[in-house]
């Protein structure tokens, strides 16, 4: 068993085709059996030895399901943090930024409240704009809308959808913050902060790989 290995037994990522179900995991000396949403199954953990883990693939080919690969990730000295990961959940940070960008904006409409001439200044972005001003009220209601709808959503979709889904909604929030740019010192603190956690959940629905399935 896993439990009773060296700490220096090495630690393999084994991918077939096809799904298994948790109950062959004695059948593959207790290793992890992950299911991926893209059909295959990834077997994970410490095999003490190449004896082993030439054992396990007979295992593999015994039940007739094709290999995909395996990999030498490390000792059973990894295997905490790879349990690390497989628990982080990527859907439930992208909400949490999604959360803080809304709540920013939303502070950045309230600060420019008390700006002096601020109805002026709407008029003079409705003119350059070429829109008029409830046609740019309607432009912010909208973006406003999105960012509340990835709160949601990052939690609800599917990985591969989830992930473009962020990645485009926060560039296309970002091009948004910094168009309708004003000079006002607080604007351009908050603005950096939201265009930092968009570019966060950028990086993260980027390189999000599903293990937490």
Not at 1 to 21: Q, V
Not at 63 to 70: A, E, K, N, Q, W
Not at 115 to 138: D, F, H, K, Y
Not at 181 to 195: L, Q, S
Request: charged content about 15%.
């Amino acid at each position: 068993m896993m439990d009773k290995l060296p700490p220096t037994a090495p630690f393999y990522e084994i991918r077939i085709k096809g799904h298994l179900d948790a109950q062959w995991a004695t059948w593959f000396d207790g290793l992890n059996i992950t299911l991926e949403e893209d059909g295959t199954t990834l077997l994970s953990g410490p095999v003490s030895d190449q004896a082993a883990l030439h054992g396990l693939l007979k295992k593999v080919r015994d039940l007739g399901m094709s290999l995909i690969s395996v990999n030498h990730v490390g000792s059973k000295q990894g295997e905490t943090q790879m349990n690390s990961i497989k628990k982080f959940d990527t859907k439930a940070l992208l909400s949490a930024l999604w959360i803080v960008v809304m709540i920013n904006m939303l502070k950045a409409d309230i600060l420019s409240l008390n700006i002096p001439g601020a109805a002026e200044e709407v008029a003079r972005t409705s003119a350059s704009a070429g829109a008029s001003i409830p046609q740019l009220m309607l432009v912010g209601a909208v973006m406003g809308q999105i960012g509340i709808a990835m709160i949601v959503l990052s939690r609800v979709l599917k990985y591969g959808i989830n992930r473009w889904v962020n990645i485009v909604a926060s560039l296309v929030t970002i091009a948004y913050i910094w168009g309708g740019m004003a000079t006002y010192p607080h604007y351009i603190f908050i603005a950096v902060v939201e265009t930092l956690c968009l570019l966060l959940i950028v990086w993260f629905a980027w390189l999000w790989r599903n293990v937490e399935a």
